[in-house]
């Protein structure tokens, strides 16, 4: 079995988001199966692009 970041797992997410929308309906605010979704692919975006700036960044070698 190959090994990932726990960042790129997408059932992380998933769980993250699932735990923030129960967090979210015990303060009256309701957060469907849609828009839980479309959460968790704009975080992935986010944090996909934010690592890869920070490691372009951060870098010592050149891109060939």
Same mark, same amino acid.
């Given at each position: 079995? =190959? @090994?990932?970041?726990?960042?790129?797992?997408? =059932?992380?997410?998933?769980?993250?988001?699932?735990?923030?929308?129960?967090?979210?309906?015990?303060? +009256?605010? @309701?957060? +469907?199966?849609?828009?839980? @979704? @479309?959460?968790? =692919?704009?975080?992935?975006?986010?944090? !996909?692009?934010?690592?890869?700036?920070? !490691?372009?960044?951060?870098?010592?070698?050149?891109?060939?």
């Amino acid at each position: 079995m =190959t @090994e990932k970041p726990w960042y790129k797992s997408k =059932t992380i997410w998933g769980s993250i988001v699932a735990v923030l929308a129960l967090a979210a309906g015990a303060f +009256g605010y @309701e957060v +469907g199966p849609e828009a839980q @979704e @479309e959460i968790v =692919t704009a975080v992935i975006g986010v944090v !996909g692009g934010a690592f890869a700036i920070y !490691g372009r960044i951060k870098a010592v070698d050149k891109v060939k």
